[in-house]
C-alpha cells in the first residue's frame, strides 16, 4: 500500500492530508381604534417552525461552541528533522502554500501518529455530519490493495466510501495513519530482533531467534493489519492489530 509519506515498512528501515417572512409595519394613517385588526399575525403552524427554528439554531450554536477549535498546524518528526506542517495543506492536492521542493517525509514516530490521530479526531466528526453520515463505523482496516474495510455491520459503507472518494485529503490522513502504524510495529519488532539476537548466547539460541523472526528478515513483517477505531460519533479512539 503506497501512500503520501509511506512506502511500506522496508522503505522506513532504509530511512531509519425558513419559515415565512412577516411584516408588523402599520401604516401611518390607519386609525389607532383599527390597528388591533391590521397588525400583522403569524399563525399556530407558522409560530411553531419559527421556534424549532430558534431552536435548532441554537442547538447548532451550542455544538460549535462546544466544539473545540483544530489547529491545522503540528510539529512532525520528518527526514528533515522536526518540522511545523499545516496537516490539511500537507495532504492536500493543491496546498495554499506549495511546497518550493519535495514535501518532508513523515517518519512512523509515536509523536507524529497522536498527532494526526488527534487532528482527524477533531475533525472526522464533522466530515461525517457534512456527507450526511449519522454514524462512524467502529473501525477502518485497509486490504491488501489499499481498500478501506469496514466492519459487515456498518449501515453507511457505500456513503463513506463515497465521502472518502470526494475527499482524497481525508483518506490520505486515515491511510497515513495506518501506514505510520504498521512501519513503527515493523520497526519496534526490528530492534527486538537485534536485542534478543545480541542477547543470544549459542548457537540453538541464535538460531532461534532467527528461525522466530524469519518474516522480518525475508522483507516482511509479522505483525498484525492494523485497524482504526472510532466512537459512534466519530472520534478516532486509537489503533489496533486485527
Given at each position: 500500500?503506497?501512500?503520501?509519506g509511506?512506502?511500506?515498512?522496508?522503505?522506513?528501515?532504509?530511512?531509519?492530508?425558513?419559515?415565512?417572512?412577516?411584516?408588523?409595519?402599520?401604516?401611518?394613517?390607519?386609525?389607532?381604534?383599527?390597528?388591533?385588526?391590521?397588525?400583522?399575525?403569524?399563525?399556530?403552524?407558522?409560530?411553531?417552525?419559527?421556534?424549532?427554528?430558534?431552536t435548532?439554531?441554537?442547538?447548532?450554536?451550542?455544538t460549535?461552541?462546544?466544539?473545540?477549535?483544530?489547529?491545522?498546524?503540528?510539529?512532525?518528526?520528518?527526514?528533515?528533522?522536526?518540522?511545523?506542517?499545516?496537516?490539511?495543506?500537507y495532504?492536500?492536492?493543491?496546498?495554499?502554500?506549495p511546497?518550493?521542493?519535495?514535501p518532508?517525509?513523515?517518519?512512523?514516530?509515536?509523536?507524529?501518529?497522536?498527532?494526526?490521530?488527534?487532528?482527524?479526531?477533531?475533525?472526522?466528526?464533522?466530515?461525517?455530519?457534512?456527507?450526511?453520515?449519522?454514524?462512524?463505523?467502529?473501525?477502518?482496516?485497509?486490504?491488501?490493495?489499499?481498500?478501506?474495510?469496514?466492519?459487515?455491520?456498518?449501515?453507511?459503507?457505500?456513503?463513506?466510501?463515497?465521502?472518502?472518494?470526494?475527499?482524497?485529503?481525508?483518506?490520505?490522513?486515515?491511510?497515513?495513519?495506518?501506514?505510520?502504524?504498521?512501519?513503527?510495529?515493523?520497526?519496534?519488532?526490528?530492534?527486538?530482533?537485534?536485542?534478543?539476537?545480541?542477547?543470544?548466547?549459542?548457537?540453538?539460541?541464535?538460531?532461534?531467534?532467527?528461525?522466530?523472526?524469519?518474516?522480518?528478515?525475508?522483507?516482511?513483517?509479522?505483525t498484525?493489519?492494523?485497524?482504526?477505531?472510532?466512537?459512534?460519533?466519530?472520534?478516532?479512539?486509537n489503533?489496533?492489530?486485527?
Amino acid at each position: 500500500m503506497n501512500i503520501q509519506g509511506i512506502s511500506g515498512a522496508s522503505a522506513w528501515f532504509d530511512v531509519a492530508k425558513k419559515t415565512g417572512t412577516f411584516s408588523t409595519t402599520v401604516p401611518a394613517q390607519t386609525p389607532a381604534s383599527a390597528r388591533s385588526s391590521d397588525t400583522a399575525s403569524i399563525s399556530g403552524a407558522a409560530r411553531d417552525r419559527l421556534m424549532q427554528e430558534i431552536t435548532s439554531q441554537s442547538a447548532r450554536s451550542a455544538t460549535a461552541a462546544a466544539t473545540p477549535s483544530t489547529p491545522a498546524v503540528a510539529s512532525f518528526d520528518t527526514d528533515k528533522g522536526s518540522v511545523e506542517l499545516n496537516i490539511d495543506d500537507y495532504f492536500s492536492a493543491s496546498p495554499q502554500k506549495p511546497f518550493a521542493e519535495l514535501p518532508p517525509l513523515l517518519m512512523p514516530s509515536q509523536r507524529n501518529i497522536d498527532a494526526l490521530s488527534t487532528h482527524i479526531s477533531n475533525v472526522f466528526p464533522k466530515f461525517l455530519s457534512d456527507h450526511g453520515i449519522s454514524s462512524a463505523p467502529a473501525s477502518i482496516s485497509y486490504d491488501s490493495m489499499g481498500q478501506a474495510v469496514f466492519p459487515a455491520d456498518y449501515p453507511y459503507t457505500e456513503q463513506l466510501k463515497k465521502a472518502l472518494d470526494e475527499t482524497p485529503s481525508m483518506a490520505r490522513k486515515l491511510m497515513t495513519v495506518v501506514g505510520m502504524t504498521d512501519a513503527k510495529n515493523a520497526l519496534d519488532e526490528g530492534v527486538k530482533f537485534q536485542r534478543e539476537y545480541t542477547d543470544a548466547q549459542s548457537p540453538n539460541a541464535l538460531g532461534a531467534v532467527i528461525a522466530k523472526y524469519g518474516s522480518l528478515l525475508s522483507g516482511q513483517s509479522s505483525t498484525s493489519p492494523v485497524s482504526l477505531l472510532f466512537s459512534e460519533d466519530g472520534r478516532m479512539q486509537n489503533t489496533r492489530n486485527v
